[in-house]
């Protein structure tokens, strides 16, 4: 079982940066790839950037150049630096991770909002 627990999330002016946390705990060993989606209102959940144990790097094109995904395998935490945000990066953020078994987890999602 793992658990993640997100943090960083709130309001921003356009052009503003954030930062999101995202802590897993339990088999963190057993983690694979680790990242991020996000859902705003009225839309499907998407990809945002995800990062796999090996270090490959997957970025949604709305975010490329903008936002960038780090991560500490051996703490189980999975970061998402934001800048140049926009209002259209309004969302709920969700930290994901699966495992190499096959399972997904999600976080409880962090709102950002992005408004002057």
């Known amino acids: 079982q793992v658990q993640l627990v997100e943090s960083g999330g709130g309001l921003v002016q356009p052009g503003g940066s954030l930062r999101l946390s995202c802590a897993a705990s339990?088999?963190?060993?057993?983690?694979?790839?680790m990242g991020w989606y996000r859902q705003a209102p009225g839309k499907e959940r998407e990809l945002v950037a995800t990062n796999s144990r090996a270090g490959s790097t997957r970025y949604a094109d709305s975010v490329k150049e903008r936002f960038t995904i780090s991560r500490d395998n051996a703490k189980g935490t999975v970061f998402l630096q934001m800048n140049s945000l926009k209002p259209e990066d309004t969302a709920v953020y969700y930290c994901?991770?699966?495992?190499?078994?096959?399972?997904?987890?999600w976080g409880q999602g962090a709102q950002v909002t992005v408004s002057s």
């Open positions: 339990g088999s963190i060993f057993s983690l694979n790839v």
């Open positions: 994901y991770c699966n495992t190499f078994a096959g399972r997904a987890y």
